[in-house]
């Protein structure tokens, strides 16, 4: 926070010159084009129609381009100086190319719509600026393109996209966020949930001691976090199978596995044995219904199968747990 600050050699909007706007405005052309060039890269593979809607909006950004050079070079001549985005105080920023590459569909849809309000307005901001009035219809002009009626990604996406291309496209959005982030999470999650269950509630009715039994509980939590997610990760990198990046899933899925353990885990941070473990056994259940819900909103398993499947499964587990330890 105190880097924005104080950082060196910032400058307002307003102590600009009429050139050094026009200047500005050039290489924020020029970067949005490359911007929506590499959304358009990003998303060609997955979603070509949404890429030519990218690829158009660059041609637009070229467009403006030249017109604010041409008219830079009637108003000051060839030589333009260099005044870039980070150059101006609470000029908006731009995220680098390789950021772009795991943003996910809507996310760059929003970003192309914030850039083009941000476009406006600036061109708004600096057309108060300017006394020429050649220049200030320019910059009048363009700040209308960046806004007409509607924004020109979703001129485009009417044009590129009608809504069963983007329903379409939606649908490969929502498969990869269940393959990448759904599946390897609930995996996770069943795991740490159920493989854990013997363990705690063994140590929990061998010993009849709380901090012994969350001990327990917390080592098996994250040892099976650790091992689910290196598994998980080193199990393919995704470009084969359609997974995505292996780190993501690695993440998602040690993460939910450490998460399951833990949640029948901490009620042992309670000294009383009895209440410990009351609440212990309601976590349990509450795990294993969700484990089924998930299963079934995301998975598209029927809601019967996957009660069968873990809450079944799971109370099998707890009860041997309990067994164990009671013998």
Partial sequence: MFSRLFRPGKRSLESLSEQEILALAISSEEDDGRIYLAYADALRDAYPHSARIFEEMAEEESHHR?????????????????????HVRDFPERKPDWLIQNMPLEA?????????????????AAASRTEDAATRKLLGDLALAEKSHESLARRLGKQHTPEDVKAEEDQTAQRQFVLTYVQPGLAGLMDGSVSTLAPIFAAAFATQDTWQTFLVGLSASVGAGI?????EAAHDDGKLSGRGSPVKRG??????????????????????FMLATTIAVFVVFVELWAIAFIQN???ETPFFRAVLQVVFGGSLVLAAGVLIGNA
């Avoid at 091992?227 to 598994?231: C, E, P």
């Fill in 227 to 231: 091992s689910m997610g290196f598994t």
């Fill in 66 to 86: 030249q017109m604010l050079i041409d008219r830079h070079v009637a108003r000051f001549g060839d030589r333009i100086p260099l005044v870039r985005r980070e």
């Fill in 108 to 124: 760059i849809r929003a970003q192309a719509e914030a850039m083009e309000d941000a476009a406006h307005r600036f061109y708004l």
């Fill in 297 to 299: 909103r995301y998975m």
């Fill in 251 to 272: 993440l998602a899925s040690g993460i939910m596995t450490a998460v399951g353990g833990l949640g029948h885990a901490l009620p042992y941070l309670i000294p009383n």
